[in-house]
T-cell receptor
Framework: KAGVTQTPRYLIKTRGQQVTLSCSPISGHRSVSWYQQTPGQGLQFLFEYFSETQRNKGNFPGRFSGRQFSNSRSEMNVSTLELGDSALYLC?????????????FGPGTRLTVL | KNEVEQSPQNLTAQEGEFITINCSYSVGISALHWLQQHPGGGIVSLFMLSSGKKKHGRLIATINIQEKHSSLHITASHPRDSAVYICAVRSRPEGNYQLIWGAGTKLIIKP
């Protein structure tokens, strides 16, 4: 069974641009969560999607948004990029309920904002 | 004070040593994760616990809900165990989901 895949793996953007990251969950998994990891803040929860609906949201500004498609693939969008958005963005999928099912992580997308 | 505290922050040991990493939390939780992150970023979920103890190979994770404390043990440690180990708790205060992460413990096992 293929694992969680994320594209692209590396991305360089400049301030003010916008970016879209993609995550394909493990086949059969319906929940996709997104996380931001920075050296200063560690791992922080962005949001979770289940059946094309945002089910949970962390404390990030509205510049960070996401969506989930009917095949459970998810995209995350960051508009008006800031230098502080440079981070490793990880997505994780789980079967149904992230309270009771393990999460499987993708390799991440490393975003650098110049 | 952080809601999830890990100790130690850094740990260097010799191959073969028994390793213990601790995680204490101050919120009510539905589950606790232990994850492993290797250089380069890949994260692997090691355990998800809501009570008791779990074992997988040389790894053992325990949780004491009353004391709000969990430990991750590695027996017969090996250089390939070198990684950052992260504790994360799932909490739903007032129905709002939170996933709260510890800062991680950087483990180096020397041959």
């Amino acid at each position: 069974k293929a694992g969680v895949t994320q594209t692209p793996r590396y991305l360089i953007k400049t301030r003010g641009q916008q970016v879209t990251l993609s995550c394909s969950p493990i086949s059969g998994h319906r929940s996709v969560s997104w996380y931001q990891q920075t050296p200063g803040q560690g791992l922080q929860f962005l949001f979770e999607y289940f059946s094309e609906t945002q089910r949970n949201k962390g404390n990030f500004p509205g510049r960070f948004s996401g969506r989930q498609f009917s095949n459970s693939r998810s995209e995350m969008n960051v508009s008006t990029l800031e230098l502080g958005d440079s981070a490793l963005y990880l997505c994780a999928s789980s079967l149904v309920d992230i309270d009771y099912n393990e999460q499987f992580f993708g390799p991440g997308t490393r975003l650098t904002v110049l | 004070k952080n809601e999830v505290e890990q100790s130690p922050q850094n740990l260097t040991a010799q191959e073969g040593e028994f390793i213990t990493i601790n995680c204490s939390y101050s919120v009510g939780i539905s589950a606790l994760h232990w994850l492993q992150q290797h250089p380069g970023g890949g994260i692997v979920s090691l355990f998800m616990l809501s009570s008791g103890k779990k074992k997988h190979g040389r790894l053992i994770a325990t949780i004491n809900i009353q004391e709000k404390h969990s430990s991750l043990h590695i027996t017969a440690s090996h250089p390939r165990d070198s990684a950052v180990y992260i504790c994360a708790v799932r909490s739903r205060p007032e129905g709002n989901y939170q996933l709260i992460w510890g800062a991680g413990t950087k483990l180096i096992i020397k041959p």
